[in-house]
């Protein structure tokens, strides 16, 4: 038996090793080590090559990107006060496949969220039409208030989800309006400074970026977070700015105008510290806005500033050392003929020698047109371009316009009469603020601001992310060193001082009594001018512009205000009109600032002996030329807010006529000597070359005709229904006020007019 | 294995002692059970002392084995480390998130009482509600501005008393 140990050597039990071949196996290798190459570099291509390819492929298959609303910036006062803020609201929408009676759920909703009659998308109807549509969604109500909210989470029913959104709140609801715009359905800024400044106000949406499946579920997600809106600290201060909207309430009551401004700025920075507007409206209820209201007057329209725009002819002339303030001039009886044209001051005057300061004080046209003409119209020009008319101020509000200022090369020869006395010239409220601010600070003309400095602009580091201060109003600064961008000196000190001066005197001893405050010296200058009528395109007998632009204190100004009043009916002199609000105004917000009185108070009795009446000033019956202001406008580039938004500007038609013996003829009937002054055209010079050639009016333009004019007839004593009749009898329209029969009407009777032109009566029993 | 159990009554007796004893037993009950046929059956007892049998040292594997004790030590106080610290950052991660959404939650409502605040304070408001309750705006010189500038040595000038029913405001 063998031992187990040793292996067994019979050939029937032994296990035979195959032999071992070398080259089949490399051979199986090598197919092996072929195949395996082939599948990395198919991986190689696919993943390495194509890598940029499949990717975006499988992007576009599985990545939803969904935008995640940013926060809108703040709008703040100057002291922090939130003018415009965004806050989440509930937002209620509906999944309409999981219910089941859509009318009635339909109805139940509206009962719950339509409480405002003119919205006409939570109608009954309208809800049941988007859950008709079985989508997975479907809007009920967009950014409700929080008590339609809980009343909708009170309803039984299923199906309705809440998903918070941002709304657009304006705590102070009318202030400010105009400035502070609005914004839309979507967040997006609609006029003012919503507008200007959207981009910086909207912020970066977010994103996030989701895969999905073939079933459309999430596999996975990243998010980039949306960074909020830059907050904006303005430069208005919320207590002055209700303060000038609530006096320029009052004066609108009074006045019954159409519309009125005030414009409050900081003499030493030129910021503005209010700018109230009316009619105005509430951008809360952004759904009840029209364009109109939108419309931001202090930049957008223009006006002829009329007497107002002596203080720029005053200044140019004492800083030239042309005159002195006690200098004589004399104003020969209150009439003047220049190049043809014959002006006289406001009917009723019939001034002699006076001293300039006097001329000022009592608005002679004659004074401030000799004063002119010693400036000479290139400087004269150059001062007007200096305080900043003709062209815009940069002010961060959308839509200003440049005004109207031709240059010298364009005036005619009567041209620098006209603008001495302010007509033949459109100026914007703000640009007349910041002139009577130059006056104010010495000589030194500061570009008007809304926003507080180095926000936008990029010159504060972080201006993003930097928390905003507060910066309250103090008065008694200085100059800032080194003066902003835009700011130069544009009339010596001592001629500013000699210009306060007699700013004083017109509110001491002038035409602007109305202006004077109780324990503040103040100092300003009253504007009437004729508006130009829509329907004749002529200068209108009933409707002006009441202008008053002042400062307070005089010795160490704090503020200037402007004070613009659009065709108010009754009183329309400046003086009666836009004097007083200035006085309102600027009573309230010295107090309110806390400024030392520089005068004694008086007591309210010596306050009621001191009302005297109104000084009626500058007459509007002397009109600059016409169409030297129409050719002004048509001269504005394109791209003028004004000039795209204002009815088409009109050119004159050329009469032919010799200018001399058109102009002795407008000397000779001086009813008439508007139309056909205005209808004169140019004179000499370059304005011999335009009698020569007709113009051709562009299209769009209107044309001027002079060959009918009406005389208005006698209304006096007739009842309205007469009043009516007869007016419709001679071409003309009318306006009414009051009942009973005619006790006034303007224009007189007997004044040749234009077809068309409306009569204002004023009835009484 | 009986020989090897000790019982309490047995306690003093030694391994052998009891083995020969057991052994014995054991071979009275065979006796029993084979009735008569008796089959010659010689035990005998060896020692085995394999007392001199020692497992010889092996001081590298010691060293060895020590340094394996170590690295798996070491390597699951790192798992441990790692897993504690995954789970706990997921839990933070939860915390954080539940925070977060507080903190946005506090400044939403901040933010609306903000809104509020500035709603109920606006002027007109406020100059509303103040005629309401028959205040009226001060008369120019019935408020009076104390203003604290200098030191009692300086100079200041005498003023009369303010006008009567003035009213001091600071």
Known sequence: ?765 | MAAISTTYFEAGRGFAARATERNNELLAQQSRRRRGVRTPEIYFSKHFDNSRLVKAPDPARVREMRLFSAAITILFSLIMVYGLQHFSAIENGYRVESEKQLRDQLREENRQLRLSEAQLSQPGRIDKMARELGLAEPQPGQVVHSTNHGDASTPALAQVAPPASGVQAQ
């Open chain 1, 1 to 765: 038996m063998p031992s187990p140990l040793r292996p067994s050597r019979n050939r029937s039990s032994a296990t035979r090793v195959p032999p071992f071949k070398r080259t089949r196996f490399w051979l199986v290798c090598l197919f092996f080590f072929i195949w395996a190459l082939v599948i990395a570099g198919r991986l190689f291509w696919i993943e390495v090559v194509r890598h940029s390819e499949f990717e975006e492929r499988a992007q576009k298959q599985q990545q939803r990107t969904f935008e995640v609303a940013p926060r809108r910036g703040v709008l703040y006062d100057r002291n922090l006060r939130e003018l415009a803020m965004t806050v989440q609201v509930d937002s209620i929408y509906a999944v309409p496949t999981e219910i089941d009676n859509k009318q009635a759920a339909a109805q139940m909703l509206s009962a719950a969220v339509h409480t405002d009659p003119d919205d006409n998308q939570t109608t009954e109807d309208q809800i049941a039409a988007r859950l008709a549509k079985n989508n997975s969604f479907a809007w009920i109500a967009r950014r409700v208030t929080p008590e339609v909210a809980a009343r909708v989470k009170t309803l039984p029913l299923k199906g309705i989800y809440f998903q918070k959104e941002f709304q657009r709140f304006y705590p102070d609801n009318e202030i400010a309006a105009q400035v502070l715009g609005y914004v839309g359905i979507d967040d997006n800024g609609l006029g003012g400074l919503e507008q200007k400044f959207e981009p910086q106000l909207h912020g970066v949406s977010g994103r996030v970026y989701t895969a999905m499946d073939a079933r459309r579920h999430v596999t996975g997600s990243s998010e980039h977070e949306p960074e909020p809106g830059q907050n904006l600290v303005l430069t208005l201060d919320e207590n002055i700015q209700f303060l000038a909207e609530r006096a320029l309430d009052h004066a609108m009551e009074k006045t019954q105008a159409a519309n009125g401004t005030i414009v409050i700025q900081d003499v030493h920075t030129g910021q503005i510290l209010a700018l109230a507007i009316r009619p105005t409206f509430n951008p809360n209820l952004s759904r009840h806005t029209t364009p109109e209201l939108l419309r931001n007057h202090a930049v957008s329209d223009v006006y002829e500033p009329g007497s107002v725009f002596k203080l720029v002819t005053y200044a140019a002339a004492l800083d030239q050392h042309a005159v002195t303030p006690d200098d004589i001039v004399d104003c020969q009886g209150s009439v003047i003929t220049v190049a043809g044209r014959v002006i006289h001051d406001d009917k009723g005057d019939h001034f002699g020698r006076l001293t300039i300061h006097e001329a000022l004080e009592h608005s002679s046209n004659v004074g401030a047109i000799k004063v002119a003409l010693k400036v000479g119209q290139d400087r004269f020009y150059q001062y007007a371009r200096d305080f900043g008319f003709g062209s815009r101020t940069g002010a961060e509000l959308p839509g200003e316009t440049r005004g109207l200022l031709r240059p010298v090369a364009k005036w005619g020869p009567s041209s620098i009469a006209s603008i001495a006395m302010g007509q033949e010239v459109g100026v914007t409220p703000l640009q007349m603020v910041s002139m009577v601010s130059t006056i104010a600070n010495g000589g030194v003309y500061l570009p008007p601001h809304v926003l507080m400095p180095g926000q936008v602009d990029g010159t504060a580091p972080n201006q993003r992310m930097a928390a905003p201060k507060a910066a309250p109003f103090k008065p008694g600064g200085d100059l800032p060193n080194p003066l902003p961008p835009g700011a130069h000196r544009v009339l010596s000190t001592l001629t500013a001082a000699q210009m306060r001066k007699m700013m004083e005197g017109v509110v001491l001893y002038g035409t602007g009594r109305s202006a004077q405050l109780n324990g503040y010296s103040s100092g300003g200058k009253t504007g009437t001018a004729q508006k130009i009528d829509p329907a004749t395109h002529l200068y209108s007998k009933t409707m002006h512009v009441a202008s008053f632009a002042g400062i307070a204190p005089i010795n160490n100004p704090v503020i200037a205000v402007a004070v613009i009043m659009d065709n108010p009916k009754g009183a329309y002199y400046g003086a009666s009109v836009s004097a007083p609000v200035f006085a309102d105004v600027a009573q309230q917000v010295l107090e309110y600032l806390g400024v030392s009185h520089d005068i004694d108070v008086r007591t309210p009795r010596a306050q009621a002996k001191a009302e005297l009446s109104v000084a009626e000033d500058d007459a509007p019956e002397h009109v600059g030329d016409i169409g030297a202001l129409y050719a002004a406008a048509n001269d504005l580039p394109t791209d003028d807010p004004w000039r795209a938004s204002s009815t088409p500007p009109a050119t004159a038609v050329q009469p032919g006529a010799q200018p001399s013996a058109t102009a002795s003829k407008a000397g000779a009937n001086p009813g008439s000597k508007q139309s056909v002054a205005v209808l004169s055209g140019p004179q000499k010079g370059a304005g011999a070359q335009g009698a020569q050639k007709q113009p051709q009016p562009l299209a769009g333009e209107v044309t001027i005709s002079e060959a009918k004019r009406l005389r208005v007839p006698s209304l006096i004593g007739m009842s309205v229904r007469k009043v009516i009749e007869q007016a419709a009898a001679s071409g003309l329209e009318v306006q009414i006020s009051g009942n009973g029969t005619v006790r006034e009407q303007a224009p007189a009777a007997g004044t040749a007019v234009a077809p068309g032109t409306k009569i204002v009566v004023r009835c009484g029993r």
